[in-house]
């Protein structure tokens, strides 16, 4: 027949589970407020992504327009010359 099981063994392994559970808890905690920082951080990542892409796409319309301006300066400059002196 199995000996009966102390008290105060009893008491100590209920002591070092609850120890555990506290470690969990609070590990668990932590797993969490990670996760929604990860989050928080996917978020305004995607943000900026879009924001990058905006940009690139109102660089690429400022390089044409800039590349027309340098043209129609190169016109009026030819005309320029071209024109008698008065």
């Known amino acids: 027949m199995a000996s009966p099981v102390r008290p105060e063994v009893v ?3 209920i002591r070092r ?3 555990h559970d506290e470690t969990l808890r609070a590990l668990s905690d932590t797993l969490i407020d990670v ?3 990860v989050d928080g951080h996917t978020a305004t990542l995607a943000s900026h992504g879009e924001m ?3 940009h690139g796409k109102m660089l690429t319309s400022h390089g044409k327009m800039l590349t027309s301006h340098g043209e129609m300066l190169t016109e ?3 005309l320029l010359r071209e024109r008698p002196p008065t």
Do not use: G, M, Q, Y
């Open 52 to 54: 990058l892409a905006s």
């Open 17 to 19: 589970v609850d120890e």
């Open 76 to 78: 009026i400059l030819t």
């Open 35 to 37: 996760k929604e920082t």
């Open 11 to 13: 008491a100590r392994l």
